[in-house]
């Protein structure tokens, strides 16, 4: 399977401080993109990094890939309190019809 | 700024039921999904469509699960006769291409009972 598994499932932090949520998956991929999921909603695309990115900015977010350890992982800088959520890391899957796979999620909770 | 928009939010069904969900791609993409969450769990491929028919399907799909895009702009998901474990949260979702980001609508909440 090339399932996006995330670590950890769950985090709780403070306003202000930093995020890592990690991903690793099991085949080779094209790219790999992060999704958010506030309770109850829809996903929402965060940011994609191609295999030959190594990293990606984009406002607070920071991503990292490492093809060579099949893992990626997600930096949010100076998180705040509505970034409280749920973040999925997403492959591709194997076939050609531009389905993604997605990981369990990791739930981040940041307290005011 | 476009979205997939989806109906019903919620839908509550007795078992054995027929169900459709229905869903408003982005008008100019190609590429249509079909992906379910049941509660605390992870979101799970369902279908994909491309050029009126279906890409890809999952194990889950079977027999009792149909998709159709009856007009151009609405894609639907039939559950022919629901059972207890279809319970779940449906999304649909579109994109572009068969690469890059998929956009999802807000889902269509199903309970069976």
């Known amino acids: 399977s090339q399932q996006g598994e995330e670590d950890p499932q769950a985090l709780s932090i403070q306003e202000g401080e930093n995020a890592t949520m990690n991903c690793s998956y099991k085949t080779s991929i094209n790219n790999l993109q992060w999704y958010r999921q506030n309770s109850g909603r829809g996903l929402v695309h965060l940011i994609l990094i191609r295999s030959n990115e190594r990293e990606k900015h984009s406002g607070r977010l920071r991503v990292t890939l490492d093809t060579s350890k099949k893992s990626s992982s997600l930096l949010i800088t100076a998180s705040r309190a509505a970034d409280t959520a749920s973040y999925f890391c997403?492959?591709?899957?194997?076939?050609?019809?531009?389905?993604?796979?997605f990981g369990q999620g990791t739930t981040l909770q940041v307290k005011p | 700024e476009p979205e997939v928009t989806q109906t019903p939010s919620h839908q509550v069904t007795q078992m054995g039921q027929e169900v459709i969900l229905r869903c408003v791609p982005i008008?100019?993409?190609?590429?249509f999904y079909w992906y379910r969450q049941i509660l605390g769990q992870k979101v799970e491929f369902l279908v994909s469509?491309?050029?009126?028919?279906?890409?890809?399907k999952s194990e889950i799909f079977d027999d009792q699960f149909s998709v159709e895009r009856p007009d151009g702009s609405n894609f639907t998901l039939k559950i022919r006769s629901t059972k207890l474990e279809d319970s779940a949260m449906y999304f649909c979702?579109?994109?572009?291409?068969?690469?890059?980001?998929?956009?999802f609508g807000e889902g269509s909440r199903l309970t069976v009972l």
């Open positions: 469509f491309y050029n009126n028919e279906i890409s890809e």
């Open positions: 997403a492959t591709p899957g194997s076939s050609n019809t531009g389905k993604l796979i």
């Open positions: 979702a579109s994109g572009r291409g068969n690469t890059g980001e998929l956009f």
């Open positions: 008008s100019n993409h190609l590429y």
